[in-house]
């Protein structure tokens, strides 16, 4: 008799991926106006971590810690969760191109951030990053009880229906609001687009811990999300309660990209671009995706931040129109190559 | 020894009947089958024994209410086979049975070795071990219905429900599915309840019939009983000759001189 396991990701995936990971912080830090040597920077780094002795100078410290290391690790945190988000709306809608905004994040966020900027607090580190955040989790709310009361049943198809209809109606406010104050159409601009120019450590510390919770939860439900392949009827059947097991993935899934949405704005294909090249890689199979995920998704943003700021150097590009230009075209691709758009 | 009883069954679809005072009695070990025109209401009778529609009325097991049992609790004593099975692409053979262990497991765990042994003991039972690592997208009719029978048998469920289990199959593949079924319910007294369409064939392994008829069961018994040409005649609005075989009543439809 064969014998086979239950799918897991293999030794030599987690050692590669390791690898990769501390290849493309590195290159992260190294990469910039002043070039760094990758061991000036481990030598810095473990000079205050181990105490060991440095052998970079006083402003290259200042560069690797002030500038460069908290902006690439926000990077990859938030390529993290979008990414993951992703592949947890994909799993749980059964749908190939589900994206973290599906259910009117950016659209509530991009309301919420254009009413700061129009009452001055654009400007503030704190005030931006919490109206966007209320704005996001507001819409996410509306389009789920929209979702769950149009129809009683446990259609998904509902919910996402809902989901384009508040995206719809919060991003037409945003409009109206844009054109009875175009001065202040820039700054909008400028957050739309998608920015990772941080303070500091201050939006990393902000944000990791709900992104982190909100990681660990999806984690935890990587099963659930392979016993949604068979459909919501078949996995009922099967004893799986779909509309709880939905609704925390949702939640989980929203909170967590409302949270990355309110630091850097809106960074688009993320979510759809790094589950589906895994998939083509390691299959369909949650157990590795979403872990995979959320390690790749994370690498993913640091490399498209570095083009971003090196592209026009000195001039930066929003991280959001790099992302798009790399993910519109996948996405027309994964689109053109989905059998019935259901590929999953 | 297990028992599903079910009484006074209505279900009902944006205010219409679609099945109404249904009364049905299943012991573990005994097949009982659901035939009836298109549109009777035979999947969904099936399907709100699964729980997937609402119903009202009583569906009980050893006397207890199931609609108070938890959807994982409720799927430890009903598994479901639908009539087409979703297959996800990319998904082996052993992960898909594997899913059958979702009733047994808290939400958020992950299977334990006993879990994957039972798998494979249904695998290797049902002899599919040849397709462990197969895609299921890519298998062919007879042979999804055979691994969508092992993830329900992998449920471990004393009662499973069959939706048209041979309908998509050619005449080998359905002789294969259904002396498989046969022998499983005498094996693991296992109490199925079957759609079927094919009414020659619902008469060859069933123990009883249950002719449904816009929501109702019209006629129950024996397959001698319930496949007469006047039964079929007035419910099917089909002219037909019953020869009597020792398999069973054979069914020929007649063709208009």
Known sequence: MRTATARRISPFAWIISAVAVLFTLTLGVSIGAVSLAPLTIWSEISSNIFGTTSTSTGSESTIIWQLRLPRVLLAFVVGAMLASAGCAYQGTFRNPLADPYLLGVSAGAGLGATIAIFNGSGGSRFLLPLAAFAGAMGAVLLTYSLGRSAIAGRSSTALILAGVAVASLLTAIQTLLQQQNTDKIREIYAWVLGRLSTSGWNDLAIITPYILVCIIILLRYRRVLDVFAVGDEEALTMGLPVARARGAIIIAASLGTAAAVAVTGLIGFVGIIVPHILRLIVGNSYRILLPLSIIYGGIFLVLADILARTILAPQEISIGVVTALLGAPFFLFVLGSSKNGSVT | ?257
């Open chain 2, 1 to 257: 020894m297990t028992k599903l009883s079910v009484r006074d069954l209505r279900v009902e679809l944006d205010k219409k009947t679609i099945v109404n005072n249904i009364e049905l009695e299943v012991s573990v070990g005994q097949w009982v089958c659901i035939i009836g025109p298109n549109g009777a209401g035979k999947s969904s009778l099936l399907k709100s024994l699964a729980g997937i529609i609402p119903s009202t009325g009583e569906i009980l097991i050893d006397g207890s209410n199931v609609r108070s049992l938890s959807e994982r609790d409720r799927a430890c004593w009903i598994a479901y086979v639908a009539q087409e099975p979703v297959m996800p692409a990319g998904m082996r053979v052993f992960d898909y049975v594997l899913l059958g262990r979702t009733a047994h497991l808290k939400m958020l765990a992950t299977e334990s070795p006993k879990d994957l042994e039972i798998a494979h003991f249904v695998i290797s039972e049902l002899d599919l071990d040849k397709f462990i690592d197969r895609d299921v997208a890519t298998l062919s009719g007879g042979e999804r219905q055979r691994v969508a029978i092992a993830r329900a048998l992998t449920q471990a469920s004393p009662i499973i429900l069959l939706d048209e289990p041979t309908t998509a199959l050619d005449v080998g593949y359905q002789q294969e599915v259904l002396e498989l079924i046969d022998r499983l319910r005498n094996e693991k007294k296992i109490a199925v309840i079957s759609t079927m369409h094919d009414l020659t064939v619902s008469g060859l392994y069933p123990d009883r019939l249950m002719l449904l008829a816009e929501g109702n069961v019209v006629v129950s018994g024996s397959a001698e009983e319930v496949l007469t040409p006047e039964n079929i005649s007035k419910h099917y609005g089909a002219k037909v000759t019953v020869i009597t075989h020792e398999s069973g009543p054979v069914v020929i439809p007649e063709r208009n001189k």
